[in-house]
């Protein structure tokens, strides 16, 4: 007898009800019908296609672009009691043709194949002699010969519907404009198909973006005070960056490795192995490293340095918090940073609508820099919705407040003008509040009219009034002055004060930003805590032992219920979402005696 998607769901993968538009792209899917999905990274498609699979007949062919994870998503759903299988170029023959067997004996309910793997004639071959239940194309903007991630075989895709017009095909994606969507409903030959957009939102990410002082003190500051021992990613720009700031991060006793591109391959793989394996291991690395990081435990990703779009930013923080628990989305950001990514684009190759498209995208990211309002508000607006100020970001939750700036913003074109316009802001800083330093006075800067007329205005402020200024175009960066301050036309009307300038202002580091921790194990109270930490100890023995992540054993949130509700019997944790029928029969007696020398120890 044919189950029911719910029943499945809870049955098999042990959630408690769907998600947002799952149920209704499954329904869909399930009765035959072609699908393009667009939901945020941790939205919840896997299941989209996992379910579907499981209800109708034949095998679910799975596309993926990335190796690596295909054997992490299997052997989760080996665990689960899911019969599925992965072709790909790491398997030696004879295991790829026990595969192969039993696809043909209808054996399998999901199978995962690499791209350029299933587009071959051999393997279409032996799809077509196998019962396909549907094709499901995962990461599908890898179409998109004008995104990041574009993988020419994808483009061969389109054989699937010439090939099996009968087979349903359900495509998926995180990235949002209107542009790839089109990309690829084309190119997958999806214009039929219908069209399920999800929200964009993360409520449970928590976005925080600070005035950059000292960086990685900064960085060390959060991560110990509301990520110790958590998983995380560190993403900087540059390799160099990325190699000295995780050994510095591991000299202050942070779990640290690094990753980026220029890392031997064996290196590479053995640290993205530890970090999806272990717990609580941050790394710290290069955009590199992304696409492939399906963890749902990531509690933070921070940005030592500005990424060059909101899509870009957008995608990198959604790593963090996939399985729905509190998670931060942290980046220090300065003028160094915004001079930076605008060089880029000017010395870069491309042709000048590519530079105005360029300039254009990181003008919306500076906007979300220099907010004074909710940060999910202008992400979700950029992205095409429309929201009310969410409560969990740090504008939200310390109001920084705006400020008429008009006069400091002449003060700090004066400065820039007296001093010859060849000095950065760090030095004009300096003046303005009055520091007379070795450079100060070699310069007489210290004899300027301009000099400390700025001292009532703190650092911080300063520093964020000068970023402003260039952000707005007041000024620009000589990139040939090593960074030098120069006036520009639009400069005049500040100067002669026909133009008002409202600025938000710098908070200190607001308390109360922190207070409600983002952490998991911050939200479990005085008892529930000691049980967590042991049923994690349980949990990572156990993955030791299957070689297998700790997450595909059982996720955090499902170790913190039960830490929270301290189950006595099977049935009571079989109540718990994550409890499937097979991790019941499997761990259900091991997590209750665990649960119960709890609540015996305690009075
Ligand atoms: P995506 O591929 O969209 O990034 P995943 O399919 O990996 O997201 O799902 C993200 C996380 O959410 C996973 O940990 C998954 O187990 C969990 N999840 C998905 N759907 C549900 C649901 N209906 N109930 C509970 N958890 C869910
Ligand atoms: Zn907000």
Not at 347 to 371: H, I, M, P, Y
Not at 454 to 463: F, K
Request: net charge neutral; aromatic share 6%.
């Amino acid at each position: 007898m044919k189950r029911s998607a719910l029943a499945v769901l809870r049955e098999t993968f042990g959630h408690a009800g769907f998600r947002g538009a799952q149920e209704e792209i499954i329904g869909h899917v399930a009765s035959g019908g072609d699908a393009l999905v667009l939901m945020p990274t941790g939205g919840g498609k896997s299941l989209c296609y996992q379910v579907p699979s499981l209800l109708r007949e034949g095998t679910g062919i799975v596309v993926s672009p990335l190796i690596a994870l295909m054997q992490d998503q299997v052997a989760a759903l080996k665990l689960v009691g899911v019969r599925a299988a992965f072709l790909n170029s790491s398997q030696d023959a004879d295991t790829a043709r026990t595969v192969e067997r039993a696809l043909l004996a209808g054996h399998l309910d999901l199978l995962y194949v690499a791209a350029e793997r299933l587009t071959l004639p051999r393997c279409l071959d032996l799809l077509a002699k196998s019962k396909i239940a549907l094709f499901a194309i995962d990461e599908a903007h890898c179409v998109s010969q004008w995104g990041h991630d574009f993988r020419p075989e994808y483009l061969q895709l389109s054989v699937l519907q010439e090939r099996f017009a009968d087979v349903p095909r359900i495509a998926l994606t995180a990235t949002a404009d209107p542009q790839t969507r089109t990309e690829i409903a084309t190119r997958l030959g999806l214009d039929g198909a219908r069209l399920f957009v999800s929200s964009f939102d993360r409520p449970n990410i928590r976005y925080t973006i600070v005035d950059k002082a000292d960086p990685r003190a900064q960085l060390l500051r959060f991560i110990r005070e509301d990520h110790m021992g958590e998983a995380g990613i560190v993403y900087c720009l540059s390799r160099r960056k990325v190699d000295e700031t995780a050994a510095w991060l591991a000299g202050q006793g942070v779990n640290a490795l690094a990753y980026h591109a220029g890392l031997e391959t064996q290196t590479r793989t053995e640290h993205q192995a530890r970090f999806q394996s272990e717990d609580g291991i941050v790394m710290v690395a290069t955009i590199a490293f992304g696409m492939g990081i399906d963890k749902p435990d990531v509690r933070f990703v921070a940005h030592l340095d500005l990424p060059k779009s909101m899509e870009g930013y957008y995608q990198e923080t959604g790593r963090s918090g996939r399985d729905g628990l509190p998670a931060d989305a942290w980046m220090a950001y300065g003028l160094a940073d915004l001079v930076l990514q605008r060089r880029l684009i000017e010395q870069s190759e491309g042709s000048e609508a590519f530079k105005r498209v360029s300039g254009a995208k990181l003008d919306a990211l500076l906007g979300l820099c220099e907010t004074a309002g909710c940060r999910r508000v202008r992400l979700l607006g950029y992205f095409g919705e429309d929201s009310r100020p969410c409560g969990n970001c740090d504008t939200c939750l310390a109001p920084p407040g705006t400020w008429d700036a008009t006069d400091a913003a002449r003060k700090a074109l004066s400065a820039i003008y007296r001093t010859g316009q060849r000095f950065g802001a760090v030095h004009l800083i300096d003046v303005l509040r009055g520091k007379s330093g070795e450079r100060v006075t070699r310069w007489d800067h210290d004899k300027l009219g301009v000099f400390g007329i700025g001292a009532d205005i703190d650092e911080a402020n300063w520093r964020s009034v000068f970023r402003q200024l260039v952000a707005l175009g007041f000024t620009q960066v000589d990139h040939e002055a090593h960074g030098a301050l120069k006036l520009t036309a639009a400069s005049r009307n500040v100067l002669k004060g026909e133009q008002s300038v409202e600025m938000r202002k710098v908070v200190a580091r607001a308390k109360s930003a922190s207070a409600g921790r983002a952490s998991v194990s911050a939200a479990l109270s005085g008892d529930a805590l000691p049980l967590f930490d042991r049923l994690k100890a349980w949990r990572a023995g156990e993955a030791r032992s299957q070689g297998v992540p700790a997450y595909v054993i059982l996720h955090d949130s499902t170790l913190a219920e039960i830490a929270r509700t301290k189950p006595r019997t099977l049935d009571a944790l079989g109540m718990i979402g994550g409890i499937g029928a097979s991790k019941l029969a499997k761990y259900g007696e091991a997590l209750v005696g665990l649960a119960g020398a709890e609540l015996s120890e305690s009075p």
